[in-house]
């Protein structure tokens, strides 16, 4: 009806603008900073938006006494605005903001519209749609208190700053998102947190979707919180984040913590690719992957709930092939009954500590942490309570162990990549506690990184709780181009169909008196039972594939002497 791009629409009184296609009135304020008045107007029947007006510069604005009634989206769509004694009748929306979104209300009234309940956010004046100012949980009475629709995507720009109010509630529609470039400050408290969650969500805030919309909230109804490569003035505090596909995608450093986050139900709880990120106290659950770290990501987690996820509670892995990150610190937390491993790192490459934390119940392992570069004293578990995991409690490279408690795990302690575990403390002291694990031998994985599943030193040293003297092999083990020493007197098991491929250098020196073992799983002469309580089969032939060498390369260099090859298809294999 009337369309005004980059001017000042100083008043518009007593007027109708009934009946467009499109726009009842469009105005758009970009340079100017004139204060702007529509009061006594009728927008009815409008395609779209009844009454459009935003202003880059937050000039005066007000609206009041008017009647917005039957436009096919919003009935208004205003940046700041005092809006005042305005009637907004069977819209889809009666009203969204845009810009600048620091609105005042009083006296306005809401009859029939689809979206009745609610304040949207659209912006249709901008490409990218932007915000800026107060979310305030003050909204107009009629309407839901505090909650806001995010109708398309929206962006805080370099810059600017978005505030949200403690008590707000933010619900997304469907493939949304809000993307912070610039600051966006969401400082709930414990009693008034700051909410992100599903349009279909109507557990916080009320129904506020269509009244034929009976779905019930669901993992990816809208796409999440996006927060930039620069967020270092950003703040998340006490905020709620449910049924989106990333709860929190973010990368770069960040000079705040994230405290007291609580993401559930989401795809991703978090997915934190870069910079140096400390999460304090938060909480991840029932999510299909809990909180996720990639690339040159630096994460210290401290005080958190990780749990019931579909896949990991806590995940850390690069997308390309040279790591540099990985998880740091994961301090006084539980992680419990998620349906793949409590923990996965693969492959970190910065110092490592676990302290007292609750691992248990985990579908698979509770802790997978590989470690290319590390020393064993910079990837250190302390005072972990590790149990009833399926699988193994802690599979990981060569790291410390002190004062842990493994009960009712297949194996409690697993190794991979670089060996060199170290049971003691620093005055030599073994205070890991063993019992109720099915297999109390040691577990020996391949790593998942690169061509070399294992390297350096197989050796005769067994924590206190562990009296077997037995590595259980569970999968094929590579040499790739490294090296492989068995110590003398070592007892190894492989599982069914496992064998070691040694490519690469494979020394398995025993003596006359302490010969070196490979052997069935269930073979009991050496070591005693290793294997599953409830598996009551002997030993026998072909039990285990061979040791294999390739004849290529440092395999050709290769020493095995006073060692027993018991149970197997080939024995050695040349």
């Known amino acids: 009806g009337l369309y005004l791009v980059n001017g000042s629409m100083t008043m518009l009184d007593s007027s109708e603008a009934n009946d467009n296609g499109q726009f009842g009135v469009y105005t758009s304020q970009e340079n100017a900073a004139t204060a702007q008045s529509f009061t006594w107007n009728k927008f009815v029947n409008n395609g779209q938006v009844g009454l459009s007006v935003g202003s880059v510069k937050s000039s005066p604005i007000s609206i009041n006494d008017n009647v917005f009634d039957g436009n096919g989206q919003e009935g208004l769509l205003s940046s700041k605005a005092t809006i005042q004694n305005n009637s907004f009748i069977g819209n889809r929306v009666p009203l969204a903001l845009q810009l600048n979104v620091g609105s005042t209300y009083a006296g306005n009234v809401f009859t029939g519209n689809a979206y009745n309940n609610v304040i949207g956010l659209r912006s249709i004046y901008s490409s990218p ?6 979310l305030s949980l003050t909204t107009p009475a009629g309407l839901a208190a505090g909650v806001y629709l995010l109708m398309e995507s929206e962006d805080v720009r370099t810059g600017d700053t978005l505030l949200i109010e403690p008590g707000v509630i933010v619900k997304g529609m469907a493939s949304t998102n809000l993307s912070v470039d610039g600051t966006l400050i969401a400082d709930g408290t414990p009693a008034s947190p700051i909410v992100f969650t599903s349009y279909r969500d109507h557990s916080v805030g ?9 779905l019930a909230p669901a993992v990816n109804n809208w796409s999440g919180l996006y927060v930039s490569s620069n967020p270092v003035t950003t703040m998340l505090d006490n905020v709620k984040i449910f049924y989106a596909t990333y709860g929190l995608y973010t990368s770069g450093n960040w000079n705040n913590q994230i405290s007291y986050v609580t993401v559930e139900h989401n795809q991703y709880a978090t997915y934190i690719s870069t910079g140096v990120v400390v999460l304090e106290s938060p909480i991840a659950r029932y999510n299909t992957y809990g909180i996720t770290g990639l690339n040159t990501v630096d994460m210290t987690i401290r005080n958190a709930v990780a749990s019931y996820n579909t896949y990991y509670g806590i995940q850390y892995y690069p997308t390309y092939s040279t790591p540099v990150g990985g998880l740091r610190e994961l301090s006084n937390s539980q992680v ?24 248990s119940s985990n579908g698979r392992y509770g802790v997978w942490n590989n470690n290319l570069n590390q020393p064993a004293t910079d990837v250190q578990f302390i005072g972990n309570t590790v149990s009833n995991n399926v699988w193994e409690g802690i599979v990981s490279s060569r790291a410390r162990f002190v004062d842990n408690t493994f ?3 297949r194996h409690g302690i697993g190794m991979m990549g670089n060996l060199g575990h170290i049971y003691t403390d620093n005055t030599g002291t073994d205070n890991n506690q063993f019992s109720g694990n099915r297999r109390p031998a040691i577990a020996v994985f391949a790593s998942g990184w690169g061509s070399v599943s294992v390297t350096d030193t197989l050796q005769r040293s067994f924590p206190a709780g562990i009296t077997t003297g037995v590595y259980n092999v569970m999968t094929d083990l590579s040499l790739g181009g490294d090296t492989l020493v068995i110590a003398p007197g070592v007892i190894v098991k492989f599982a069914s169909g496992t064998s070691i491929n040694a490519g690469g250098h494979l020394v398995a020196i025993g003596t006359a008196a302490d010969k070196i073992v490979f052997t069935s799983y269930r073979d009991h002469s050496f070591g005693g039972k290793t294997n599953e309580p409830t598996d009551t089969l002997k030993a026998g032939n ?6 294999y060498f390739n004849g290529t390369g440092n395999a050709t260099t290769s020493r095995v002497e006073h060692v027993d090859l018991r149970y197997s298809q080939y024995g050695l294999y040349v």
């Open 129 to 134: 749609s932007n915000l800026k100012g107060t």
């Open 206 to 214: 009320g129904k506020v979707n269509l009244v034929a919309d009976t």
């Open 336 to 359: 419990i009954g998620n349906g793949y491993a409590g923990v996965f790192v693969e492959p970190a490459q910065i110092p490592q500590v676990y302290v007292g934390n609750t691992i």
């Open 407 to 409: 009960s009712g795990n």
């Open 542 to 547: 072909s039990d285990w594939t061979y040791i």
